[in-house]
């Protein structure tokens, strides 16, 4: 957990799961981390993936995990809150853009795309931190 004047942070990483109240959620999904960001009183979610140099298939097959995730309404049924924001982190630009133009394909095909995913590279993450203005939207 980390603090600033009037924010706090808590992540949560897969070894915290089995005994997180969220543990069933998250243990299904299995990001890579869970962030908790409370700002005077109000909090938001983020949901991690970090990427490593995977195969397209398998790139795919996490982005159509985490739709069918938010899809299914389960966070807002069991937390009463919106669907955390996604943040993903590419090994490099060209995963980035690539798992951009395949988001974009997929989210026209949603009901109701208010989904919220940003991504990043490794290399800005190293750079800027985490919280850093480093997130592109889809």
């Known amino acids: 957990t ?17 005994n997180h109240p969220l543990k069933e959620l998250l243990t299904d999904l299995k990001p890579s981390a869970y962030i908790k960001q409370t700002h005077e009183n109000y909090p938001k979610y983020y949901l991690l993936e970090v ?27 069991e937390t009463g809150s919106s669907f955390p924001t996604i943040l993903i982190i590419c090994p490099n630009n060209q995963v980035l853009i690539y798992l951009k133009k395949y988001l974009k394909a ?13 991504f990043s590279t ?11 203005d480093i997130w592109q939207s889809a």
């Open 51 to 77: 990427f490593y140099n995977l195969p397209p298939e398998r790139l795919r097959q996490r982005i159509k995990k985490y739709l069918s995730f938010y899809e299914s309404s389960d966070w807002e049924i």
């Open 106 to 118: 997929k989210l026209r095909m949603l009901d109701d795309p208010d989904l919220m995913i940003y």
């Open 2 to 18: 980390r603090s600033t004047t009037e924010t706090s942070f808590a992540m949560y990483l897969k070894s915290d799961y089995p």
């Open 122 to 132: 490794t290399d800005q993450v190293k750079i800027s931190g985490i919280t850093g």
